[in-house]
């Protein structure tokens, strides 16, 4: 059984940092797409990060390039979320997802077929 529970939100004011981590199991921790979704109230849910886990390959939305950095811990089968230099349009609920056998970092919803809870993020100006 596959679970995904991420943790790491919170409020933090325009420019501060926060970082969310997602812990897997019943996941190949080595050959699968992991990736950091967010969805603001009335708006879809969009893309964030994404890692592949076979390597370091990674890929963010243009909104986030430069201020945020996924990365991987296998050995916890955890992947992190560094936000820096956060702004009020990042206020969100952020949700961990895997895609099992993608070999390559994607941000295409259809491709993850699990996700998290989901953990709420609150950027004031």
């Known amino acids: 059984q596959v679970q995904l529970v991420e943790s790491g939100g919170g409020s933090v004011q325009a420019g501060g940092s926060l970082r969310l981590a997602c812990a897997a199991s019943g996941v190949d921790p080595r050959h699968t797409c992991r990736a950091w979704f967010r969805q603001a109230p009335g708006k879809e849910r969009e893309g964030v990060a994404a890692?592949?886990?076979?390597?370091?390959?990674?890929y963010y939305a243009d909104s986030v390039k430069g201020r945020f950095t996924i990365s991987q811990n296998n050995a916890k089968n955890t992947v992190y979320l560094q936000m820096n230099s956060l702004k009020p349009e990042d206020t969100a609920m952020y949700y961990c997802a895997a895609a099992p056998g993608s070999w390559y970092p994607t941000l295409r919803l259809a491709d993850f077929a699990y996700w998290g809870q989901g953990t709420q993020v609150t950027v004031s100006s």
């Open positions: 890692i592949y886990t076979g390597g370091d390959s990674t």
